[in-house]
């Protein structure tokens, strides 16, 4: 209630609280997952809620905002091969038609974050929580996004396995320029990764 906030590009706004106080809604409705009752969202100047009035404002739009979920067991479709889990976006924003074109692509994503690329033909099962984790930032970079919102990314991993992924969205956030918005209840976490800090 009566949130308000702004995240410079290629930064990282850590939004901190206690269990329950909203700060994964704040992630929905940024992404547009949730509709605001009250107020606007503005995205690179533009009112979210004018663009959403149209399908293709609304594509591009979805284009260049992603969101990492919490939990990577339950983020990913245990029925799909990786190959379709990171394919998915692709395909629905069309930007591969050609299927040996659409297997070099994610291919290269696996690779980017610290996958194989032959990871592609397997199945979420048969990876570890950060391994799955390292899946669902692929799939939330394959549009190319401007601006990642993660949320709790690493709170079910180990500690070393956090520090890995942590370590990974920081060498992505500083090679590709993205705006993060990083919520975590772990000080010592936003302490590594944010610039800026909302309580």
């Known amino acids: 209630d009566g949130v308000s906030f ?7 706004l850590a939004l901190v609280g206690e269990s329950g ?4 809604t704040v992630a929905r409705l940024l992404v547009g997952l949730y509709e605001p009752t009250r107020g606007a ?3 690179d100047g533009q009112d979210t809620g004018v663009l959403k009035s149209s399908a293709a404002n609304l594509r591009g739009l979805r284009r260049r905002m992603q969101m990492i979920f919490q939990d990577p067991y339950a983020s990913l479709n245990p029925r799909w091969t990786v ?5 998915e976006p692709l395909r629905e924003h069309g930007l591969f038609s050609d299927a040996a ?3 070099a692509k994610v291919g290269e994503l696996l690779l980017s974050v610290g ?4 990871d592609m033909e397997k199945f979420p099962h048969q990876f570890s929580g950060g391994q799955r984790q ?3 930032i692929a799939r939330a970079l394959a549009t190319q996004p401007e601006f990642l919102v993660c949320d709790e990314p690493t709170s079910a991993l180990d500690v070393s396995v956090q520090q890995q ?3 990974l969205l920081a060498e992505l956030q500083r090679r590709y320029g993205m705006s993060y918005l990083f919520i975590s209840h772990d000080l010592a976490v936003v302490r590594a990764m944010s610039h800026r800090v909302l309580v």
């Open 83 to 87: 190959l379709d889990i990171i394919g």
């Open 134 to 136: 390292r899946i669902s």
């Open 101 to 103: 074109a659409m297997r």
């Open 41 to 43: 969202v503005f995205f």
């Open 165 to 167: 992924v942590l370590g």
């Open 21 to 24: 106080c909203g700060k994964s």
């Open 115 to 118: 996958l194989a690329s032959a």
């Open 6 to 12: 702004a995240i410079e590009r290629g930064k990282t």
